[in-house]
């Protein structure tokens, strides 16, 4: 096996990981994290078809980040748990902030402006 599909595969796990995990942890720690509509936002991004595939592989890194249990700091640590993934997740959207288009931002606060019994839209 080479290493390009071993990396593909990779992108794979962590695209299905992001897809299956992203709402659940987003509901749960939304109120608690200040950057919550920008996470959503790039999320749409992320799945959204239009999006260039680099913009999109690095959006679901982060995304992935912060959706797997395994972290610099684990989340579970009062104060500290999510500054490595605002870390992450905020310097990924810097990066590609121009390809988070107001569609993506309108999804996202459509998504945390709903009540909780209400699914987020999906991309």
Not at 72 to 79: E, N, Q, R, S
Not at 82 to 100: F, P
Request: charged share 20%.
């Amino acid at each position: 096996m080479s290493e390009h599909s071993t990396s593909w595969e990779h992108a794979a796990r962590n695209e299905a990981e992001v897809r299956r995990g992203f709402w659940r942890k987003a509901a749960r720690v939304a109120t608690r994290l200040p950057f919550a509509e920008d996470l959503a936002a790039a999320y749409y991004c992320a799945f959204d078809r239009e999006t260039p595939t680099h913009v999109r592989a690095g959006l679901i890194g982060a995304l992935a980040y912060f959706v797997l249990p395994f972290d610099a700091i684990p989340d579970v640590v009062v104060g500290l748990g999510y500054t490595d993934d605002a870390a992450v997740l905020i310097g990924a959207i810097k990066l590609v902030s121009s390809h988070i288009l107001p569609k993506h931002r309108a999804a996202a606060r459509q998504a945390f402006g709903g009540s909780a019994e209400n699914s987020p839209p999906q991309p």
